[in-house]
């Protein structure tokens, strides 16, 4: 086991520098450079603006600056964002818990909500309950998150707010006029999560009633019927703790799926998360920036899949890695 | 002894009509015009498979209309709304639905929302299935040659796979449209470049299933080249997963357009798509909600519709997954 997350980990690091060197010569290609912005201010000469770009690195080519950029992210440096001269390091580690609280959010509340309902709609395979959850799960899946998410503003911040019920924010992850309680908190991440995790809970109940569906049908099952255990011992002690353990696997596949659709939901509720930081700097050419909060992307996603097997081969004796 | 023969033989001649009756109908099952009375062909019993399945025939009824909503633009602007998609009329902007002649109402320059949707939904549809088709292409090849050379060039082919999987693939579309201002047909190729991996393990791994089998031996002792393989005997086997994919892959990527278009970076203005149309309405959703609601929904039902006849084609296509 030990040999075996080694290996992936090692694995992980030609991927790396794959993702990075991709990334970094996607973003040298952009015409403009953060300096393109200084040039607008007046009191900007050509000689200053020619130091800032040297200071910069900015007048080395590209694989040049990929190798420097590499051997300071070896020795831990993540360099310093163009936009404010601030460490990226540390503007990442500021907006990270945001994005993981929104994230781990969302996927608890998918969780919650599809483990249930898809075993409940696979032991009671067929019946008009079974049939309404499959068509509302059906219906879910297509929903674009955005479009969700707006929705949710449309009904529980607008116009909730106009037939003076209790209304929801838009925006934001507090209250900005000092009322900080825990209670705010929640009622900010309330409608982002749930657009977030919606793709989630359609495509985990719809597994998770499949997998039920095919232990149930597994002699194991009518064994434990045999000998008569009741019912409800038959569904969780038996099938239920089998169906579940691909799940481990579909979480950790999600997690570029949750991390990409950060992106967009961070945007629409001005969630001040990593998503947002990284798209404000695709906007500013700011490559420091990108190429941290990539790399990070990358890294998650990675060490989501690892944790994922590793998680699976623990809680599965028949799975082995050599 | 002899009256038993002759009575079988009567009884022969008593049923032989029925016999031809059954055999005569040279009912062309394979639409290949050999009238043969063989069994029906792969791909009639498909249809007939997927006829049988309401939900995808409705699904794929509704695909259609929407499709040809989208391709009667022209004339929905000429006779229906009398409006253009592209002409301002800043005096009656944001007009509710139904007012100033607005069917659906007008957008925050008084534009026609119905006359826009149809323009946009071309644009939508237009760039997903480009952007399908490249993606066949490009991760189609790919995967093919990976899985039929193997060796180095399977490692390195699928190494850069995985460089493109653990990225997700609307960070990395962000990136190239924030500073490349793509039309649609680009777009269609920039989504391609990024999103080809995973058709290219599918494919992959079907040709691994497929380079041993006897019919492909049999060609090469023949004196088949690599391509004439590839392309003659490999390909055709894996059509019915590629168009599996494609349906289940196409409202994926009207997604993806939408979302891009939605932050700026897709489809830009004055050409409508669905995306940019929530893009230019999301500012105003406390007055004028049904300038959300109403592009989302033709985003909403033309995924779910695809989606739907993409599940019925699995179905049919491939009834080993039927269970």
């Keep these: 086991m030990t040999g075996f997350i080694v290996r992936r980990l090692l694995q992980m690091i030609p991927l790396l520098l794959g993702v990075t060197f991709l990334t970094f010569a996607i973003v040298s290609f952009v015409p403009g450079s953060p300096v393109s912005s200084m040039q607008l201010n007046p009191r900007a000469r050509p000689e200053d603006l020619e130091r800032i770009r040297q200071n910069l690195g900015l007048d080395k080519p590209w694989y040049e600056r990929y190798f420097l950029w590499l051997s300071d992210v070896l020795r831990g440096d993540l360099g310093l964002s163009l936009t404010n001269f601030t460490p990226v390091t540390d503007r990442i580690l500021g907006v990270l818990p945001n994005t993981l609280l929104l994230t781990g959010t969302a996927l608890a509340l998918a969780l919650i909500v599809a483990v249930p309902l898809g075993v409940a709609s696979a032991v009671r395979h067929n019946s008009p309950f079974d049939h309404v959850v499959t068509a509302v799960v059906t219906a879910l899946a297509a929903i674009p998150s955005f479009w969700m998410a707006l929705l949710l503003i449309i009904l529980f911040a607008v116009k909730f707010d106009e037939w003076g019920l209790p209304s929801l924010p838009a925006q934001g992850m507090q209250d900005l006029q000092g009322n900080t309680g825990i209670l705010d908190r929640i009622e900010h991440l309330i409608m982002p999560a749930l657009a977030l995790s919606l793709g989630q809970i359609a495509g985990w109940t719809r597994f998770i009633r499949s997998s039920m569906l095919e232990a149930i049908g597994q002699d194991y099952v009518r064994t434990a019927r045999a000998k008569g255990l009741v019912e409800q011992s038959v569904v969780y002690r038996h099938a239920f703790r089998n169906a579940i353990l691909p799940l481990v696997t579909l979480v950790g596949l999600a997690l570029p799926e949750l991390f990409g659709g950060a992106y967009l939901i961070e945007q629409i509720f001005a969630w001040n998360g990593l998503g947002r930081l990284a798209f404000d700097a695709t906007q500013s050419n700011d490559y420091t920036m990108i190429m941290g909060a990539t790399l990070l992307f990358a890294a998650l996603t990675m060490l989501g899949n690892l944790l994922a097997d590793v998680v699976y081969a623990l809680a599965d004796p028949r799975i082995r890695y050599q | ?323």
């Design chain 2, 1 to 323: 002894m002899a009256s038993t023969e002759s009575a079988r033989v009567a009884a022969i001649e008593d049923i032989q009509p029925q016999l031809d009756a059954a055999a005569l109908p040279e009912r062309d099952w394979t639409g290949l015009g050999r009238g043969d009375t063989s069994a029906p062909g792969y791909w009639s019993r498909a249809w007939r498979r997927f006829r049988r399945n309401r939900v995808a025939v409705i699904a794929l009824i509704i695909t259609t209309l929407i499709i040809a909503f989208c391709l009667a633009a022209p004339l929905i602007s000429r006779y229906v709304t009398h409006f253009t998609y592209y002409e301002n009329h800043l005096g009656q902007a944001l007009s509710q639905p139904g007012e100033n002649d607005f069917i659906l109402g007008s957008d925050g320059n008084g534009r026609d929302v119905l006359t826009r949707l149809a323009f946009g939904g071309r644009v939508s549809l237009l760039v997903a299935v480009l952007a399908a088709m490249s993606i066949l292409i490009i991760g189609g090849s790919i995967g093919a040659v990976a899985g039929y050379f193997g060796g180095w060039i399977d490692t390195v082919l699928m190494r850069a796979a995985d460089v493109l999987l653990s990225i997700p693939t609307l960070v990395l579309l962000i990136l190239v449209s924030s500073f490349y201002q793509p039309s649609p047909a680009e777009l269609a190729i920039l989504i391609a470049l990024v999103s080809w991996a995973g058709v290219s393990r599918l494919i992959r791994g079907e040709v691994l299933a497929l380079k041993h089998r006897d019919f492909v031996d049999a060609a090469r002792v023949l004196g088949a080249s690599n391509s004439r393989i590839i392309s003659r005997h490999l390909f055709p086997n894996i059509v019915p997963q590629t168009i599996v994919w494609a349906s289940l892959a196409i409202p994926g990527l009207i997604l993806t357009e939408a979302a891009l278009s939605y932050l700026g970076l897709g489809v830009r203005a004055p050409q409508p798509s669905w995306g940019n149309m929530l893009q230019d309405a999301k500012q105003y959703v406390r007055t004028n909600w049904t300038l959300v609601f109403i592009p989302g929904l033709m985003i909403y039902i033309t995924v779910l519709c695809i989606n739907l006849v993409g599940s019925g084609l699995r179905d049919a296509l491939d009834p080993r997954l039927n269970q």
